[in-house]
Structures are given as structure tokens and as C-alpha cells.
């Protein structure tokens, strides 16, 4: 496998660049995110063009040529867009983000003087796919964009067993256990829930690991464990139902916090779990439910899950529409977008901890 070699440019001249490559990175990811709101917009998409073309050209300028490629092909699909002979949507949307977001890696990787971490034959399949969907025919573009976000992507969960959860300070007890055992049939009642609830449990005790643990972790699992165990009872045209609920549907579902609790409690022991089950849909600005707290009435545990929940169902929020998984980057920009409103903003800055290294581990 042949690897990509760097020329090593002007440090200082790189290290200006960065500031304002930074700027425009930022920049158009929040474009991008205006456009999935407005997708014909050709202002926003004209801009998206400008500020991809500029960073293409300061790159070159600084004598990181080598790093284009992935940029032009960005570009191949962004004129098309312009022209309105290509329709925008999210799928292409994450896409682009991803080209982005590995775009802003290797430049920091550069600076850092970090090697490349693609090979020359990876970064060619990258671009190739990346431009290919400009021209593809409809019927295959689901497919080819698809097999460019695995390139850029190729992993999209944060997994890991039952038994390494020790490594997080979980001691496993009879009722932890008993809650283990339940899994495997709820997971089952759903296609679009299997292995979600391992992947919330690794996530929330990773973070709570890495802020030096304030909650209990036997009661945090506890309470991934068993926060959605109520909804596994809803009828499942309910839980798949494609449309927006009635306010009576919504009621139905937002009960299963309640009842979840419920049982928490009635078991003994598990207090603290039943609480941040109670509280895992409450939001720091007081919209959530059920009971609108604000959050210094949110206890910390339910905050972790709260995050955790949404992360991994915006990863695999298509799931039920059989089209790719989201990107890490696309769920990660997600949280911090509401991180201060609907998440807590110093939680966020543990999950970015946690979540971002995992991200440039995947490739």
C-alpha cells in the first residue's frame, strides 16, 4: 500500500492559514446545516462554493496541493448543485461534512506534522466516489453516496461488550444482571433497536469516566438499561409510525418515562436510576418533559443520557428508511448545536472528549 508524503511548508505561513481556514471551516459547516433547511437557496449554495474554492486556493498557497483533491471533488458536486441539475438533501449534505471534516484533520495534521492517515489509494477512492455522484445516474446515487460516506466514515458506532464495563467502575450485581438478560428482548422488538442500548451504556459510562465519575455507575447503567424498557410495550406501528404524533400519541410516548421510573423504584436500590430514567427527556431550558425542569433541577445522570440517547439516534436516525447510517461528525455537530439549551453545555465538552478521538479512531 503506497502512502501519501507530505511536503513541509512554512510553519509559520501554515499556522496563519489555520486561523482563517478554521473560520471558514466553521462557516460552512453552519451553512451546510442551513441548507438542509433550505435547500434551494442558491445564496447559501453560492456561498458554500466560494468558501470551499478559497480554502482549496489558500492550500495551495501554502504548499498543501496534495491535500486538494478531496476539496475538488467537493467542488464537482457542489456546481451541479448550483446549476440545479442536482436535487440537495441531508444524505448529500453529510457527505460534503465528512469531506470537510477530514479535510480540517489533515490540515491539523499537517501542522502538527502528524503522518497522513490515508493512504494514496484511499484518498484517490475518497475523491473518486466524492465526484462520481455528480454524474451517476439516479437510480445509483444512493448507493455511490452511500459507499463514499463508509470511505470517509467507516465506523459509526461506540460499541463495546457487557464485560468491559468494569473498566468504568460498574461492579455487576444479580440486578444488574437480571437487567442485561431483558436486553436481548427488547433490542428484538424493533429492528431499528438492535444493539442500541449497549452503545447509550458505553457512551454515558465513558463520559461520566472521563469527568472523574460524579455519578454512580452502577446506577447510570441502570438506568440505560431500563430507560426505555416501557416503550418496548407501545405498539410498534406506534414506535415506527413515519409521521408526526398527534398530541395523544405524544402522550403515550413521553408515559414511558413514568413507567420506566416506576418500576426502578419499586425494585429498591435503585433510586438514583429511577430518577435519571424520570428525567433523561428533560432539557437545560425547561421544554422538555415531564415535568419542564431546569437544569439545576436535572440531576447529572440524566443529563449524561440524555446526550447519549440523542447521539446514537441521530447516527441511526435513517434506520427505519433502510438508507446509510448518519456520521459520527454529523451527530457530533448535532449535540453541540443544542449544547446550553437542550443539553448541557458542560457535559457537551465531556462528550466532545470522548466522542471526537472516537471518530479519527474509525479510519
Wanted: glycine share 4%; net charge negative.
Amino acid at each position: 500500500m503506497t502512502t501519501v508524503t507530505f511536503s513541509t511548508p512554512d510553519a509559520e505561513m501554515v499556522a496563519d492559514f489555520f486561523n482563517d481556514f478554521e473560520e471558514a471551516y466553521q462557516a460552512s459547516e453552519h451553512l451546510l446545516l442551513q441548507l438542509e433547511k433550505d435547500p434551494k437557496n442558491g445564496a447559501l449554495l453560492n456561498d458554500l462554493f466560494r468558501r470551499v474554492h478559497t480554502i482549496k486556493g489558500n492550500l495551495i498557497y501554502v504548499g498543501l496541493a496534495d491535500i486538494c483533491p478531496i476539496l475538488q471533488s467537493v467542488e464537482d458536486v457542489l456546481e451541479p448543485l448550483r446549476r440545479g441539475r442536482l436535487r440537495y438533501d441531508d444524505l448529500l449534505s453529510d457527505v460534503i461534512l465528512l469531506a470537510m471534516d477530514t479535510t480540517h484533520e489533515l490540515v491539523e495534521n499537517r501542522l502538527q506534522q502528524e503522518p497522513n492517515p490515508f493512504s494514496a489509494e484511499h484518498m484517490q477512492f475518497i475523491c473518486e466516489k466524492i465526484s462520481l455522484i455528480a454524474n451517476c445516474e439516479s437510480s445509483q446515487r444512493a448507493s455511490i453516496i452511500g459507499q463514499a460516506i463508509k470511505a470517509l466514515d467507516p465506523a459509526a458506532e461506540l460499541a463495546a461488550p457487557d464485560s468491559e464495563f468494569s473498566k468504568h467502575g460498574v461492579a455487576m450485581n444479580n440486578d444488574l444482571r437480571f437487567f442485561a438478560q431483558l436486553l436481548p428482548a427488547i433490542d428484538q422488538r424493533s429492528p431499528y433497536w438492535a444493539g442500541r442500548t449497549q452503545r447509550i451504556a458505553e457512551l454515558a459510562l465513558s463520559m461520566n469516566s472521563a469527568a472523574s465519575a460524579p455519578i454512580d455507575p452502577n446506577q447510570l447503567l441502570a438506568a440505560v438499561y431500563m430507560h426505555d424498557f416501557a416503550m418496548a410495550f407501545l405498539p410498534l406501528e406506534l414506535l415506527h409510525k413515519p409521521e408526526k404524533y398527534t398530541s395523544q400519541e405524544r402522550l403515550r410516548v413521553q408515559a414511558h418515562v413514568q413507567t420506566s421510573g416506576a418500576l426502578m423504584r419499586e425494585m429498591g436500590n435503585w433510586a438514583d436510576a429511577a430518577e435519571i430514567i424520570l428525567q433523561h427527556h428533560e432539557q437545560c431550558n425547561g421544554a422538555g418533559y415531564p415535568n419542564n425542569l431546569a437544569e439545576q433541577d436535572i440531576c447529572e445522570g440524566a443529563k449524561v443520557l440524555a446526550i447519549a440517547d440523542a447521539f446514537d439516534a441521530c447516527v441511526n436516525s435513517r434506520a427505519h428508511v433502510d438508507q446509510p447510517q448518519r456520521p459520527l461528525i454529523r451527530a457530533i455537530l448535532e449535540i453541540n448545536r443544542y449544547a446550553g439549551s437542550q443539553f448541557s453545555q458542560a457535559w457537551v465538552n465531556i462528550f466532545n472528549q470522548i466522542a471526537r478521538p472516537k471518530r479519527n479512531q474509525s479510519r
